[in-house]
């Protein structure tokens, strides 16, 4: 026996921003400790929020005042890794012994990041993970990841890893992490649509790793408070859908809809070998006579000085 407990925290960001988020998380301090996590997954874009249905006055070749005061003021929610918020995650890892993985809108002088931190049981921020390409109209907010951070960490929980909501769709970054040999795959995401937990289910059952997806759960808007004025009354903004899923592809929590809280899933590291007895998809099932992939993990800077 491998026993491991894994977790996903669902929970949103609160709209009076970083700080009172960082309030909400600190809450769950002691549902963490009494479930005794290795792990707890938090969800993407969790500090400094998923500004869904803003378009910050962007048309194509069109950009507007307004839309610039809603960067800055968006911008200035996001977090320095050298942060406050970063500093009281690492203390709360270190007072529940577990290992955290978390969703942050990161800052870089005026460029942001959608990214996944790693932080130990005993409160170092060991790697950070940069979304690769991000979906659609976050783009004209978030900057380009590059092949740099696409860390597996080891853990309590075993060997972990990462891909934020839509890159697990990237099948060639999916090989890519299971080459790195990870046992549990973290997939922080906003995505609530039914479809994502096939998609969770199909990416445990590929890899045959056990799986955690940590998703935001935001209550329904007020009318005066979200622009979007055609948003059914009474529908969350997002819904949630965290879910554990064990190396066959079957769910062991969840998923959790309508509500916040925290899933937890007892697992033994030793089904992932199991599982792999059949297929392994980059060991005896690949093909490398046949297929290779190559990844080049160079930091990308926009700039280098000599």
Not at 15 to 27: D, F, N, Q, V, Y
Not at 75 to 80: E, V
Not at 214 to 241: F, H, M, N, T, V
């Amino acid at each position: 026996m491998n026993d491991k407990i894994i977790a996903a925290l669902q929970i949103g960001s609160d709209p009076a921003g970083t700080a009172a988020t960082m309030e909400k998380i600190l809450r769950y301090e002691n549902d963490i400790t009494a479930a005794g996590c290795d792990l707890v997954l938090m969800p993407e874009a969790l500090l400094g929020g998923y500004p869904k249905g803003a378009d910050f006055g962007t048309r194509v070749g069109y950009r507007t005042t307004e839309g610039r005061e809603d960067f800055l003021k968006y911008w200035r929610q996001a977090i320095d890794l050298d942060g406050p918020e970063v500093a009281s995650l690492s203390k709360l890892a270190k007072r529940c012994n577990s290992a955290i993985v978390i969703g942050v809108i990161e800052r870089t002088d005026a460029t942001l990041y959608c990214t996944a931190l790693f932080i130990s049981n005993d409160g170092q921020l060991l790697a950070k993970h940069r979304k690769l390409i991000p979906t659609a109209s976050e783009r004209l907010i978030w900057g380009m990841g590059d092949g740099s951070t696409l860390p597996v960490v080891k853990t309590p929980a075993g060997r972990v890893g990462v891909a934020i909501c839509w890159e697990n769709y990237m099948p060639l970054l999916r090989t890519t992490m299971y080459a790195k040999g990870l046992e549990v795959w973290c997939a922080p995401t906003v995505d609530d649509r039914d479809i994502w937990q096939t998609s969770m289910s199909h990416i445990a059952y590929e890899g045959r790793n056990f799986l955690v997806s940590a998703c935001q759960y935001l209550p329904p808007p007020s009318k005066d408070e979200y622009k979007d004025q055609s948003w059914p009354e009474g529908k969350p903004l997002i819904r949630g859908g965290s879910v554990i899923m064990s190396p066959m592809g079957e769910v062991l929590a969840g998923p959790l809809y309508n509500e916040e809280g925290l899933i937890c899933a007892d697992i033994d590291l030793d089904d992932i070998v199991k599982a792999r007895y059949d297929m392994d998809p980059v060991g005896h099932y690949s093909r490398p006579d046949i297929f290779k992939l190559s990844v080049d993990e160079t930091e990308r800077p926009p700039v280098t000085i000599a």
